[in-house]
C-alpha cells in the first residue's frame, strides 16, 4: 500500500515574467521525501531540479508562504519511546529533544513544517498507528487570510471561503472559452490544498498541468479541460452531500496510514 501527497505551486516565470510557468513542490511518495522545481514557459525557457529529503531553503519558505505551516498532533501515545525514536531517525532530533517534543505532542504537536512534511512524517508506521493528525496551524492560517477571526464559531471559515473561491473558479473556467492559464493554475493550487486525498480530483490537477489555452501537441486543451472540470463540479457535489452525512454521524478520520 502506498500514500501518496503532493502540493504545487506555480510561479511566474524568472525570465519573461508569464504567470504560473514555474512549478515548485514536494512530494511523499511510498515514503520518499522529495522536492521539485519545473519550468516550462513559452518564451522557450525550460528546466528542472529535484531532490530528496527536504527542499532548499528558499523553495521551502515560499511552500510554507503559500500552504502555511502544518502541524503533526499526537492526541494520545502509547509508547512515548517507540515515537520518539521515530522523530530521532526522519528529523535528526537527539534524544533529549525528541522527548522534550513528546511532552507537548498532544498540544503543539511533535513536528511543524508544510503539509506535505506533516503528511510524510504522520504516515511513518510507529507514528501512524498513534492516531496522529495533521492539521494547519491556526495562528498562520489567520496570518495567512490577513485577518483575525476573534472568536472561535469562524475557525472552519476560511476552508469555506477557500472551497467558494474553487467553485466561482471553476464557473469561470467552464464559461470563459480558451479560458487564461493563470486560472488553470489557481484551480490546480486549490484543487491540491483543499482535496489531497481524493485520487479524481489529484487526477484533475495533472491533467491542469497540461492545460494550454492554445492547443499544442503535449497539452490538454481548454474543450477537453472544460469537459472534466464540469465532472470536479458534480463529483465535489457528491461528495459534498457525502461530508454532511458524515458529519452528522460525528467526526473522523486522520489521514490513511502506510502498510
Ligand atoms: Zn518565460
Known sequence: MTNEVAGTILLPCPHCAAEGMLRIGQTAIHGELRWYESLNCSCRCASESDGNGFPPGEMRSRILDEHGEWVVILPTVKSNAETARVLRIYLGLDSRDALQRMKTSHSQGVYSGTRVECEWLAN????????????RRAASESAHQ????????????????????????????VSTPGAPLDLA???E???????????YLQETVE???????????WTIGWGL???????VRRHLEASCDEARREANEGESHPPSSAG
Open 225 to 231: 479541460m472544460r469537459s472534466r472540470l464540469i465532472g
Open 189 to 199: 493550487v486549490m484543487l491540491d490544498d483543499l482535496y489531497p486525498y481524493d485520487d
Open 185 to 187: 493554475g489557481r484551480i
Open 146 to 173: 490577513g485577518r483575525l477571526t476573534g472568536n472561535g464559531e469562524t475557525d472552519h471559515a476560511p476552508v469555506d471561503e477557500r472551497r467558494q473561491k474553487l467553485w466561482s473558479a471553476l464557473d469561470e473556467f
Open 124 to 135: 511513518k508506521p510507529t507514528l501512524s498507528s498513534e492516531h496522529p493528525i495533521v492539521q
Open 207 to 217: 491533467m491542469l498541468a497540461c492545460y494550454r489555452p492554445e492547443e499544442m501537441e
